[in-house]
Structure formats: structure tokens, C-alpha cells
């Protein structure tokens, strides 16, 4: 029993400790996103990854890799300033757009304008922009259909959804796109159409994807690798 009140104690001090220190994201006047001395925990205390240093500059390529666990969904998280728990910093150039594509995309019960526009206002983009934006992304079907309001997450299959989502990627044209496999839903043929549709359309846009399966790899020209020890800590490898 005592043991069991020392040991949830010595848990509840770390988190109290992580939460204090906490991933700092900074902005930078550099063009560069770096990690400095990244250290990433989850909220019990546990160590998931250990003082990364890597960097990803405009435009570059980078996948990455590792079991699964490693930390991959977590470090996204802290990039985007949505995982406090760690220490270290991650410098993000100042006024860059950063935009997260998971495998599930969320689609408001809504118009298909405003799905599409999301997390824009509905009238952000024209309906022309638009329909040619789901043109790109082989939504055909889709362009007649802008006014009309449903569920579409139900409506729409698991592969439709990601497309949706690619469609937004290419209205909002941001300077850092992380993606979670957020194509794991395509075969791979379509996979690789929507990833040269982001070179094409986005050159100067960095593309940071998350590869569950082996051919998203060769879709980037960098890797980084989670390496977990015995005691499931990894080291990010960055080449």
C-alpha cells in the first residue's frame, strides 16, 4: 500500500513537472520549422520521445517513420501547439499557415460549400474555386451539389472524406501541410495522384506526412525515424 501511494505520488510530481516546464512552440523569423531539444511525454509522465533536434525547411519532402506507438500522431500534435506535456522547443516561422489532415477529417452536418470551405467562413471561397478544387481531387460528382446540407461523414465514403479534405488543403494553400495518414483511405494509385497535386499546386509548401503503409515513402526526398529502446523511448533519426 505504501508503495503504491509513493509510486502515485512520484507520478503525479513528473506530470505536475512536465506541465510546468511544457513544450514551448515559439515563432521564428526564419523561413525553417526546427525542434530543439524536443522531449515529449505523455501526461502520466512516460517518456515517448528524447531530445530531438531536426529541422524542415519551405518546401522539402518529409516522412515519417517508425513502429507504430512511436510517437508519430504525438509529435504532430506538438508541432501544431496541441501537446504541452515535454520539454523543449519547436520554432515556427512567424505568420506561417500550418494546416492537419488526419485520416478522419471533420465534416460539419452543413452545406457542402461550407464543408468545403471549413475551417474558413462558408463564403471564403467563390463556388467557382471551389469546383475546381474538387475537380482536382477527382469529385466530379460533387460540384453540382454546393448548396444542398447533409451528413457527410455518413453520406461520403471513408476515401471521399479524404478527398474533401485535399480539396481544402488546395483552397487554403498553406505553408506547412501535416498529414496523418490522411490517404490511407485511396489506393494507391489515386494516393499518388493527390501527392503529385501537392507538388504541382503547392511547390513551396512543406509536406510532412506520416507513412503507415511503404509507398507514401517514396513521395518525399527526407525521413525521419522514431527509433524506440527497450523502455519505448525514441530517438528521432533525421537524414
Known amino acids: 500500500q505504501i508503495r503504491d501511494v509513493e509510486l502515485g505520488d512520484a507520478i503525479a510530481d513528473t ?32 517518456v515517448l520521445l528524447e531530445r530531438a533536434n531536426a529541422s524542415i525547411a519551405p518546401g522539402e519532402r518529409v516522412v515519417v517513420v517508425g513502429p507504430s506507438g512511436a510517437g508519430q500522431t504525438t509529435l504532430f500534435r506538438a508541432i501544431l501547439g496541441h501537446w504541452p506535456f515535454g520539454t523543449g522547443r519547436i520554432q515556427v516561422p512567424a505568420g506561417a499557415r500550418l494546416e492537419f489532415l488526419s485520416q478522419r477529417p471533420y465534416l460539419p452536418i452543413a452545406t457542402l460549400r461550407e464543408v468545403a470551405s471549413y475551417p474558413a467562413p462558408e463564403r471564403t471561397f467563390s463556388d467557382a474555386q471551389i469546383g475546381e478544387a474538387l ?42 501541410i501535416f498529414l496523418d495518414d490522411a490517404t490511407g483511405a485511396l489506393d494507391e494509385d489515386a494516393e499518388r495522384k493527390m501527392y503529385e497535386l501537392l507538388a504541382e499546386r503547392l511547390p513551396h509548401a512543406a509536406v510532412v506526412s506520416i507513412a503507415h503503409r511503404p509507398a507514401v515513402i517514396r513521395y518525399h526526398t527526407r525521413r525521419w525515424t522514431l527509433v524506440p529502446d527497450r523502455d519505448g523511448r525514441a530517438v528521432l533519426q533525421s537524414a
Open 15 to 46: 506530470r505536475l513537472q512536465l506541465e510546468q516546464a511544457g513544450v514551448r512552440v515559439e515563432p521564428t523569423q526564419g523561413s525553417t520549422l526546427r525542434l530543439s531539444d524536443l522531449c515529449l511525454a505523455l501526461p502520466d509522465g512516460r
Open 135 to 176: 475537380r482536382a481531387v477527382g469529385l466530379p460528382q460533387l460540384v453540382d451539389l454546393l448548396a444542398e446540407t447533409d451528413h457527410w461523414e455518413k453520406r461520403l465514403s471513408d476515401g471521399e472524406q479524404q478527398r474533401i479534405a485535399l480539396a481544402r488543403v488546395l483552397l487554403h494553400a498553406p505553408d506547412w
